[in-house]
């Protein structure tokens, strides 16, 4: 009998990468990547504000490139952490 590591024969199945790896846009989730970018919009475009707005993108674009360096799913567990309920209020 082989006891060795190697692939046996019928239980291997081909995995594209994309179903593995998170949806980055520059480094950011997809997600805070898209809002980030609508708000520093709304703010340099609409309010006429050129240099907060992009000072405002530049900020949440790397603070998000750092967070998903760090952990990819990270927005995920902020936002359970957000809904998840307090046990011990102080």
Request: proline share 4%; aromatic share 6%; glycine share 10%.
């Amino acid at each position: 009998m082989n006891t060795s590591s190697a692939d046996t024969a019928g239980f291997e199945v081909p995995l594209h990468r994309s179903l593995t790896e998170p949806i980055l846009l520059g480094g950011a989730p997809r997600t805070v990547a898209i809002a980030n970018g609508t708000l520093a919009a709304a703010v340099g475009l609409g309010l006429q504000l050129w240099l907060p707005g992009m000072v405002l993108w530049i900020v949440g674009h790397s603070l998000a490139v750092w967070g998903a360096r760090l952990d990819a799913q990270f927005m995920a567990v902020f936002a359970r952490h957000i809904k998840h309920r307090q046990l011990l209020d102080v």
